[in-house]
């Protein structure tokens, strides 16, 4: 039987707020545990709860991002359920009427394959504190700085069909997030956190199997190894005549499987209600339209561009507008030398080479856009040639120089053009080598083409490797041919 | 609609109410049943082209600028914790 795998997925999102959603305590990550928990978080009797607009401000950014319809109101509940890093009982959360609706990202297959996903809705909610189950004398310890940290939780359609469109898509909505500057995308401290929905169906028929859902993958990698091996264990299930049960699962990136975690017989008894303390909130069509002046050009969009306008392959738009500094920085370059392939062959090669060697990431790169903008234009200008302009580089990354100008001057590797300079130092290189000449000079015209190589590498070394090479490679010919 | 006694049980659990009796329980079922009486009839009253009231005050939400206004009280809050160490709230122990 031919199997297909229907895959949803609600993405968690942490804001990069510096307060928490419905408190004046800062987010930031790393402090000491429970010193950035005030009264509300904690959820002390009598203190009340007053919404972030920033966080307001990020989610609207979002969904106007993915052109879904932003409703004028939108409603927060609570969402009931027990443990102890949720002190109040609840998660204030949205559900009936989220702040952003329907909307579509557009993901990015093998070969330029487009592929659109729609979104069914994205709501704000709080994030609840962190159970440390190390030994407390058979007690659990309760973190609750991160309670209270505001999450946009995104949840789409089950339009996705293999775990590949299911990276792809997380992808998608990395790039948007960090273009956007809403969070920092940093799925190591858990900035995005997927629950994937996962299904399989004989292939053809339209009703959905029963789906089991994967918590808390937060890593690229582990969404693609946990689908993939959920999608195995479930057709293995049904094909020895079982029946696949709705379950909550948790994905073990050390043994590579997933294992149940709860059945979810009380599925969804979360007894959500408009929250008392919350008032609803309204968003007139000034503010949203003033959310929409501050949007950047967005991953897609610039892709496009790349490829359109500049004229880029579909590959290199793809890797330079994958992150918003990568592109800062290629169009930063592109200011300074206006050649677009030059510059997109300078930062994914040498550059990108530089920088993953040294594990540094590109908005800290030692040498700047408009240092390598300068070399750049130095090659396209032939005032150097290509080797020299790698030791240029090399140069500027050991920050030997303050521009790729200077260094040509102080280190002498102008070009030499001059036929007359480097006629003289043929000569040069011909008197020196009059074993190699006459080896030359006998052998057959169709062999001479590799023999004269050595040549070449003797006039570049004798010029510092400023020589240009193709004049090199002319003149020599005709001095070797014409005895 | 009408209320019996496992759904009291039930619901008492998803609150964690602890229910000491059956005649406790019983209790419960009367009283939810005369709340649900009441709610039936207040389902009777023709609300066709009446946008759902999700808050009795007729004002919309003030939002706060973000900025961060707490200091740590991480001490005076701990004070009155029953247990803590290392700073942490100490619970009894959560198996996942």
Request: charge should be negative; aromatic fraction near 6%; include cysteine.
């Given at each position: 039987m031919q199997w297909e795998t229907v895959i949803g997925l609600e993405v968690h999102v942490q804001l990069a707020t510096q307060s928490k959603i419905f408190s004046g305590a800062s987010t930031a990550f790393g402090a000491e545990p429970n010193t950035q928990a005030c009264a509300i978080d904690l959820g002390l009797p009598g203190v009340l709860p007053v919404l972030n607009e920033g966080a307001v401000a990020m989610a609207v950014q979002f969904g106007l991002a993915i052109d879904a319809e932003i409703p004028e109101t939108s409603l927060f509940e609570r969402k009931n359920y027990?443990?102890?890093?949720?002190?109040?009982?609840?998660?204030t959360s949205q559900m009936a009427q989220p702040i952003v609706g329907r909307?579509?990202?557009?993901?990015?297959?093998?070969?330029?394959?487009?592929?659109?996903?729609?979104?069914?809705?994205?709501?704000?909610?709080?994030?609840?504190?962190?159970s440390l189950?190390?030994?407390?004398?058979?007690?659990?310890?309760?973190?609750l700085n991160r309670a209270g940290t505001p999450l946009l939780e995104i949840v789409s359609e089950p339009d996705m069909r293999s775990a590949k469109e299911a990276v792809a898509y997380i992808r998608a909505l990395h790039a948007i997030v960090t273009y956007l500057g809403i969070s920092d995308g940093n799925m190591a401290e858990g900035s995005m956190r997927c629950d994937v929905n996962v299904s399989v169906r004989p292939k053809g028929q339209e009703t959905l199997g029963t789906r089991a859902e994967i918590k808390n993958v937060n890593s690229f990698r582990f969404v693609e190894r946990a689908i993939e091996f959920e999608v195995e264990r479930q057709i293995e299930v049904i094909e020895d005549g079982g029946k696949v049960v709705q379950e909550t699962r948790l994905y073990d990136p050390d043994q590579d499987e997933t294992r149940s975690m709860r059945t979810k017989e009380e599925?969804?008894?979360?007894?959500?209600?408009?929250?008392?303390?919350?008032?609803?909130v309204m968003l007139?069509?000034?503010?949203?339209?003033?959310?929409?002046?501050?949007?950047?050009?967005?991953?897609?969009?610039?892709?496009?561009r790349f490829e359109t306008r500049l004229g880029l392959s579909a590959y290199d738009a793809g890797v330079l507008s994958s992150t918003r500094p990568m592109a800062e920085y290629f169009e930063a370059v592109l200011v300074v030398c206006g050649d677009a392939k030059q510059a997109a062959n300078w930062v994914q090669g040498e550059l990108s080479a530089h920088l993953n060697r040294e594990n540094i990431d590109i908005s800290n790169s030692p040498v700047t856009p408009e240092q390598l903008g300068g070399l750049i234009s130095r090659v396209l200008d032939d005032t150097i040639n290509g080797k020299a302009a790698k030791q240029v580089f090399a140069a500027l990354w050991n920050n030997e120089g303050q521009s790729a100008d200077e260094i040509i001057d102080t280190r002498g590797l102008k070009q030499v053009t001059d036929t007359g300079a480097i006629e003289a130092m043929i000569d040069q290189v011909i008197a020196n080598s009059p074993v190699q000449v006459a080896q030359y000079r006998d052998a057959a015209p169709e062999k001479r083409g590799k023999m004269i190589g050595y040549f070449v590498g003797q006039v570049m070394k004798a010029s510092?490797?400023?020589?240009?090479?193709?004049?090199?490679?002319?003149?020599?010919?005709?001095?070797l041919d014409e005895a | 609609m009408a209320i019996e006694h496992?759904?009291?049980?039930?619901?008492?659990?998803l609150a964690r109410l602890g229910l000491n009796s059956d005649a406790e329980a019983a209790g419960y079922v009367d009283d939810l049943t005369r709340i649900l009486e009441m709610v039936d009839r207040l389902q009777a009253v023709d609300t066709d082209g009446i946008a759902p009231l999700s808050h009795p005050l007729d004002t919309t939400q003030r939002l706060r600028p973000d900025e961060v206004t707490e200091t740590n009280q991480r001490d005076a809050f701990q004070a009155c914790a029953p247990e803590t160490a290392d700073g942490l709230y100490l619970v009894p122990r959560v198996v996942e």
């Amino acid at each position: 039987m031919q199997w297909e795998t229907v895959i949803g997925l609600e993405v968690h999102v942490q804001l990069a707020t510096q307060s928490k959603i419905f408190s004046g305590a800062s987010t930031a990550f790393g402090a000491e545990p429970n010193t950035q928990a005030c009264a509300i978080d904690l959820g002390l009797p009598g203190v009340l709860p007053v919404l972030n607009e920033g966080a307001v401000a990020m989610a609207v950014q979002f969904g106007l991002a993915i052109d879904a319809e932003i409703p004028e109101t939108s409603l927060f509940e609570r969402k009931n359920y027990f443990y102890p890093d949720l002190p109040k009982g609840y998660q204030t959360s949205q559900m009936a009427q989220p702040i952003v609706g329907r909307g579509e990202v557009e993901i990015v297959l093998d070969d330029d394959v487009r592929k659109r996903v729609r979104i069914h809705h994205a709501h704000l909610e709080e994030d609840a504190g962190k159970s440390l189950h190390e030994d407390f004398h058979g007690m659990s310890g309760i973190d609750l700085n991160r309670a209270g940290t505001p999450l946009l939780e995104i949840v789409s359609e089950p339009d996705m069909r293999s775990a590949k469109e299911a990276v792809a898509y997380i992808r998608a909505l990395h790039a948007i997030v960090t273009y956007l500057g809403i969070s920092d995308g940093n799925m190591a401290e858990g900035s995005m956190r997927c629950d994937v929905n996962v299904s399989v169906r004989p292939k053809g028929q339209e009703t959905l199997g029963t789906r089991a859902e994967i918590k808390n993958v937060n890593s690229f990698r582990f969404v693609e190894r946990a689908i993939e091996f959920e999608v195995e264990r479930q057709i293995e299930v049904i094909e020895d005549g079982g029946k696949v049960v709705q379950e909550t699962r948790l994905y073990d990136p050390d043994q590579d499987e997933t294992r149940s975690m709860r059945t979810k017989e009380e599925a969804n008894d979360y007894r959500y209600f408009p929250c008392p303390d919350l008032l609803p909130v309204m968003l007139d069509s000034a503010y949203i339209e003033h959310q929409r002046s501050t949007l950047p050009e967005l991953p897609t969009e610039k892709r496009n561009r790349f490829e359109t306008r500049l004229g880029l392959s579909a590959y290199d738009a793809g890797v330079l507008s994958s992150t918003r500094p990568m592109a800062e920085y290629f169009e930063a370059v592109l200011v300074v030398c206006g050649d677009a392939k030059q510059a997109a062959n300078w930062v994914q090669g040498e550059l990108s080479a530089h920088l993953n060697r040294e594990n540094i990431d590109i908005s800290n790169s030692p040498v700047t856009p408009e240092q390598l903008g300068g070399l750049i234009s130095r090659v396209l200008d032939d005032t150097i040639n290509g080797k020299a302009a790698k030791q240029v580089f090399a140069a500027l990354w050991n920050n030997e120089g303050q521009s790729a100008d200077e260094i040509i001057d102080t280190r002498g590797l102008k070009q030499v053009t001059d036929t007359g300079a480097i006629e003289a130092m043929i000569d040069q290189v011909i008197a020196n080598s009059p074993v190699q000449v006459a080896q030359y000079r006998d052998a057959a015209p169709e062999k001479r083409g590799k023999m004269i190589g050595y040549f070449v590498g003797q006039v570049m070394k004798a010029s510092r490797g400023t020589a240009n090479p193709q004049q090199v490679n002319g003149l020599l010919k005709q001095k070797l041919d014409e005895a | 609609m009408a209320i019996e006694h496992a759904d009291v049980l039930r619901a008492a659990h998803l609150a964690r109410l602890g229910l000491n009796s059956d005649a406790e329980a019983a209790g419960y079922v009367d009283d939810l049943t005369r709340i649900l009486e009441m709610v039936d009839r207040l389902q009777a009253v023709d609300t066709d082209g009446i946008a759902p009231l999700s808050h009795p005050l007729d004002t919309t939400q003030r939002l706060r600028p973000d900025e961060v206004t707490e200091t740590n009280q991480r001490d005076a809050f701990q004070a009155c914790a029953p247990e803590t160490a290392d700073g942490l709230y100490l619970v009894p122990r959560v198996v996942e």
